[in-house]
């Protein structure tokens, strides 16, 4: 029987980060193929749904919020939370213009 200890946290393989590293350049080419095409209203929350999806693998896998605590993971979400407040004012008022 092993006794691990609980300092030990689970790192991904190389061949994860290399998959997330080339899903985050075939987001980018999305990002910048879309910004070509006129999509109206729908451009920039495109955009933004394409760079969340981005945001997500970075934390999860480059930032190994995965296997960190859940009080840091907390922290995130309220920073997350706030961001999105931010978004959500800022479209509000540029929707007036």
Known sequence: MENHSHSEKHTPHY???IIVWLALLILTGVTVAVAGINFGGLTVATALL???IKSYLVLTIFMHLKSESKVFSIFVGVALLFLLISFVLLF??????
Do not use: C, E, T, V
């Open 50 to 52: 394409i760079a969340s």
């Open 15 to 17: 061949g994860i980060y």
């Open 92 to 97: 509000a008022d540029y929707s007036f213009m």
